[in-house]
């Protein structure tokens, strides 16, 4: 993105100069739904962030302009401050996390805006709050971790704007290295990274454009599953407390106790824990056609048995799998958003074109195409 828009607003609106700051939105690899299961994700930050200009003001007072909203808003640190543009909550909670944690923080001058894409499962969210956490972070030079900056921007979705999610999504922003995914485990959040270098072969993302409504309900019905079977599993071995700590033979012992259907939702988490270590493996002897056979086992478990996909996001693996494409499968919660998807150089255009139009002659809706590199995480630009 060229950020000489942001710049030119800044000094037009503050007649100053700031100093520059990103942090980028992120894929996940595999590892779906294996998050709140004490599992591994296998995200990597991506070449499409959020941008920020901002300078200290000397006031109590916060003046911020929102160059792809168009939107300017002034608001205070104190507790009674949150203001009530949604996207302002983000940055109001950055503050206020960082204040309760022992941060001086006064006010500041800032114009923000960024190229990733909303609604298509990128983490746009994780990126603003990294972005301005980072950007806090040195511009007042509180002495925060990357590890505490991600968890001030979980704690900002929380408390600020009523989103229970994981840390995923902030730890990437925050901790992405070029050339590289992170492999996190969810329960210790220890992480490591993995090289990332497929030549010849590119990612690409394509959104279906819908989100059917009853994905947030679908979510935590499956969470509530896996809870199930954990319950089950612990009136046998009392130290399972998630069911990344479960293995087959527990798991096989209680296919009596728990529903057909909550067994088959544990099966699939077992697998795909699997399934993501093993594509650590193939990442590591630069067998990236093994890394595409999991992607496609895990959009048929999440067709199949978790039940987390819907006719779009099938037809586009469908596309993918007859055109060639080394692999695909659906990213994220489910029930619409996308596929990420590993394809050859030489098959991209035809995938592409095909993919186009057979999706909208099919759906009569245009399905958008992100194709992404892994970046860099948060950090100063100028």
Sequence with gaps: MDTKFIQEKFKSLFKTEGNLYTSPGRINLIGEHTDYNGGFVLPGSIDKAMYCEIKSNGTSTIRAYALDLEEYVEFGLGENDLPTQSWAKYLYGVCREMIKRGAAIVGFDTVFAGDVPLGAGMSSSAALESCFGYALNDIYQLGFDRFELAKIGQATEHNYVGVKCGIMDQFASCFGKEGSLIRL???????????????????????????????????????????????????RHPSVKLLRDADWCMLKEVANEVTPEDYIRAEFVLEEIQRLLDVCVAMENNDYETVGKKMYETHIGLSRKYEVSCEELDFLNDIARTSGVTGSRVMGGGFGGCTINLIKNELYDGFIKRALESYEQKFKIKPQVYDVVIKAGARKLL
């Design 185 to 235: 485990d969810c329960r210790s959040l220890e992480y490591q990274y993995v090289l990332f270098h497929p030549e010849g072969y590119r990612l690409v993302l394509i959104n279906t454009c819908v989100a059917h409504e009853l994905a947030s309900s679908a979510y935590n019905k499956r969470r509530q599953s896996c809870e199930n079977v954990v319950a089950a599993i612990q009136r």
